[in-house]
Each structure stands twice: as structure tokens, then as C-alpha cells.
DNA sequence: ACCGGTATGGTTACCGGTAACCTTAACGGC
DNA sequence: GCCGTTAAGGTTACCGGTAACCATACCGGT
């Protein structure tokens, strides 16, 4: 029983079946002009002799890879799994292939990853950025080639398509439930080196004030870095005096679940003295002792519209998508308590 | 002010510069056969009009493509990062670029990646196995054209190189942490469905036996599926009796943690009534309540070894890394309790 | 003046596919 | 019998780099 040799080439191929590279060629790639007896055996050997084309060498005849390339800081970062399947999904349902390229928050890398990418001659690039802003010069460089979107972040000085969900909006959703819930003293916690954070905590007073109630600036803090935990001197200036909010809004789920051990700590109740409201949907939270109520985004749906985004071609130069994010009422809010003072 | 066309290949890039392709060739391939001077001047302008070349084509000549292809089932699994960030650096310290493929736990996808990366003429695979070995026979195909390794776990059929943790080794020291501490009621809560969890378990057995104590079978639990929670069976059973363990070890973090929220559930205070002990050194576990005692592994060097392994071209045949965890200590384990039964 | 060697650079073919174009045989119509 | 048409397939050039080989100028030595 004598093992055929493995046809490494199109041409291998098409020496061993008789005939010639075209033919192959065109039984694989769908073209007309060859018989649907000849194109059936032709793959019935394909199939038979595991033999798959060189990408590369397509790619660099058709000038396309059918390829898209992704561009992360660290694939650590909570939503990120959501994101990127949302990616794949559109992606694979053209028939593209994503992958994904990780800098480790290190600018030079970045930029080294984004032109590898292009060298690469991927169709088209998602971004999710979080550096200051170091690579944007390169990413526009490179968008005058290369179809790029960025996602959930807004770039000041980046020129092209972005897809976000209106943090604004989740300050005010966020706002709303807790003024549903008859809360009038309302506090804050955020991260004073993330533009997220103010940006929902705008949303979050504007939405209050225009109902009357003011977010007291003495128990507004953005003190926290972003990816540490609030210190005990700011949990105290928010939970220790006797005179104390009846509710924290926190722009990241984190930073509220920390808030609540906090509140645990200093023996005050959640919901029922303190409510506490998160923000991402992150998964974990529906998991802790008290549930945490937190305003969600639809995350799969920001990789998908990215991807769609950027190989639809239409280069129609900066446009901006914007995803709603919702509410998800859990039990860390709770109607305000009756004032006590 | 004239603005310079950009040239696009090398060629484009030559006729610019007045000289041949093969000479600009020369300046960035740091080949010889090239005066110093020429080489400075086509340097300057390449960098000046911010040419590269084109990955694609010098990889299908030289056919090497300077790649290596990550294949994992999703990059929430908590490990992951650490390990991509350790191949990544591997990779990069050869000047290769290391890319994710993410086939979200199905077989078709796995499958198809592999079959993708290979087609792009990746110079190596490594490869996180999570499926349950539907996709081996096409990981050892593709093995005997491009190196593959496989990274934390071994699989049955699989005929290539792994990188592994020692998790034999790690339930031994976690059970001579225990023994040390005057443990002698030990219970364990794990998956039915991970091998690693058996693996585990075994590992802390054999060294709970060698110095005379015996794994209860009663405390013995291996019932929940791997990503979920244990039941409130489960944790009664091993918390609920009047005749109950003074010392459990779980298999992972998670699971620790839920026990540890069981314990405190039941009115049980850890670690002074019972020492928990969780696996893998989570960072998160860092920061609980009570921080978790836990077995550690070196992450970041699976992925350097894995990449090192992939990169050195030695294809000898299966060979097989085994790294070393550690133990470490923190707030949810103590001394046995004294005997008050 | 001629030769060989070196320094520098150019030419050609090729990697593995695909687009564009060319070839052949069979058939039908008049 | 001749021509046009079509079905089915083959040939050639090309994508953008690089390996292998070729060409020229200039040098010192005899």
C-alpha cells in the first residue's frame, strides 16, 4: 500500500490529477468553464489528499486576505471576551478570519502591531484603544489604506469610524433608577484618570439635577486610578460621617463591589440603608453576596457593528456609531430609607 | 508644496530613489554588496515616506512568515492573558508576531482556525486545549508540516510537544500545607468534568496518605461542571453535618471562593473554624474578604517555554515541559482548630 | 597595457496562487 | 464545406518581495 505523496502546491495537485493549475483553480474557486463531472472529481481529491491553498499567495494576487486584525491592550480587561466574539462572529459569517494583536498598553508596540498589520494586508483593523493617545498619529497613517475602527472608547484626534455606547445615557439611566427608588442623597465614586468615568458621572448629575436633586459635591469623588481600589479614606468620607448618602453611583462594577464591602465593614446594610449601583453588566456581579444593580452594554453587538463597519468598504470617512446601554435592577438598590438623619 | 506620492512596493520605492529593487533590498535586509552611504540615504527616505514592505510577498518567497498563530477556546479563561503576555514576549524577542485565534469552544471553528493558520503559513502554533479532542486529529496533521505545541494541558492523542504545570506536584504541596498546619479532617470539592481537577486531587491525596491522613470519602466531592457554581447540596454536605472537615481544598479559585461565602453562609469563620485552600493564584483572590491561600503558576513562562518550543524548529518528536507550581499563603487557612467534635 | 580582484549594483527567475487571454473540439446552420 | 459559436480547458503574465547570478568600474601589480 504505497502512501501518495501530500500535494503541497496547486501545481502538485494538479500534475497528479492530469491536469492543469487553471483547472484546479477553477474547481475551487467557483469560476465557470469547466464541467461539473471534472470539477467533482477535482474536489473529491481536495478532499482526499487534504490539500488547502497558500493564503499569503492568493492574498497577494487579489490584494485582499480576507482578513481583520484586532488590536487590544490585554485581553484582560472584563468585556473584551464579549467584544472580540462579536468580531469573529461577523466576520466569519463573510467568510473573513479575525485575529487578535496584544501591545500590553506599551505605545511603541502598539504602533509596531498596527504596521505589522498592515504589512500583513489585512482588510481591515478594529482597535480598542487605551493608550493616551501615543499611537493616533499612526492610526490615522494607517487608515488612509486601511479600512480602522475603534471601539467603546472615543479618540480625540483619531479620524476615523468609532463605535460607542452613549455613556452619557448610562449616567442618566442610572440616575433615573435611583431617583425612582426616591433617593435625594447621592454620592459618587469614580476614577479621576478615566474619561468614561466623567463622562457617566455627567450624564449621571445632569439626569438629577434635572429633577431637582443635586449631587453633593462632598460626596463626589473621582480620586481613584483606574484598575486600583478606592483607599479607606475615601470610603470613609463617603460611608463614615453622620451625615452619609443614601445612595452611590460608581462607573465600574469593581469599584462598586469594593463599595459595598466598604459599606459591609462599617456594619451599614445594602440595600436596605445604602444602595449601590455599578456599571458594565460585568458577569461576576450577579454572583456576589448582594447582587449588584449596574447599568449593562451590548457588547457583542459593539464587535459586530465594528467589524460590519469596517468591511463594508464604505469609506465614507468618520462616522460614529452610538449602542444604548440599559439598566439591570438587582439587589443592591433598594428604595431610600425613611430619613432618619 | 508638492506633496510626494507615497510609494506602495519596493519598486515604486526604487524607481523614487533612481536605484533597483535589489539594492533597496539590500539597505533594509542589512544584506552586504551595499555602500554604506547608499544604505544610509535609502533608509532615510524609506523612513521619511513611511514605506514597509509587504509581509505577505517576502514571506511567500522566503517561506517563513516570521508568525505564530495562538489558538484558544476564549480569552476570559482567567490564566490566559499571562500566558499570551509570556508568548508575546517570546515571540517578539525573535522579531516574530504572535497573533490570537479565539474558537469559543467549538470543534468546527477549532478546526477550521487551525486549517486557516497553517494556510497562512504561520512558522508555528501554540495551542490552549480545551475541546474535548475533536479537533486532535487535525492538530496532528498539521503537525507534521508546522510545529505545534500544546500549553496546560495534555491531551490524549495529541503527538506533539506540551507545556505543562506539574498539578500533581501542586495538590501535594497544597496538602503539605495543610498537614503542616495540624490538618487531619480534610475534604475537597472539585469538577467532575476537568481532568485537572482529578489530577489534582490525586496529587494531594497520594501526600495526604504518605503522612497517614487519610481524604475522607464522605468530603469528597466532585460534583460540579466546570464554569459553574456547587450546589447548596454540595456545600451542606460538606459544611452542614455536626461531623464536618476542618480543612478543604478546591481544585480552583472560584470554587474556593464560593466555599469560603458558604462557610460564612453557615455561620462558620474561616479560616478559624476552617481553612479553605483554592488553585491557581488568581489575582482576584488576592482580594477578597478573606484572601485565598492558593497553589500559583508560572503563567507568563508556559507561554515563553511554549513559544521557545514552537520557534526552535527541533522537531524531536513529543517532548514534554514540566513546570513547577508554588504555594501561596495568605488569610483563609490557619491551624487545625482543636479537636472539640 | 593587461589581468585579477573587489566593491557596488543591476537582472532574472521564482515563491504559489489568480486574471486575462488563447486554444481546441464539437456542433449547428446555411 | 465553411463559418460562427460555445464549452472546456490551457498559457502567460503578474502580485511584491528575495535568491542566485551577472555587469561594471576601479584598483594595484607586473
Redo the contacts with the bound molecule.
Sequence with gaps: MEQQAKP????DLATLLG?????V?RA??G?P???PK?RARILAEIERLDWR??IA??G????KTFTLGILVSNVAASFLPEILQGVNQAAEAKNYHAFVSVHEHEASRAIRHLQTLQSKGVDGIVHYPTLGGGEVATLNDILRNTPTVAVMRAVPDFEGPVVLVDDALGGRLAAQHLLVLGHDRIGFLGYHDADLSEVRRQGFEDALRENGVSLRPEWTLATVASGASPSERDLDRLLGGAERPTAIFCPSDRLAARVVQGAADRGLRVPEELSVMGYNGDAWAALLPVPLTTVAQPRAEIGERAAQMVLEERTSGRSCTLLEPWLVARASTAPAPIATR
Excluded at 491536469?19 to 483547472?23: A, E, G, I, K, R
Design positions: 503541497r502546491t496547486i501545481e491536469v492543469s493549475t487553471m483547472t483553480h475551487i474557486s469560476k468553464d469547466i464541467s471534472t491553498p497558500n499567495a492568493r497577494l494576487r487579489q490584494g
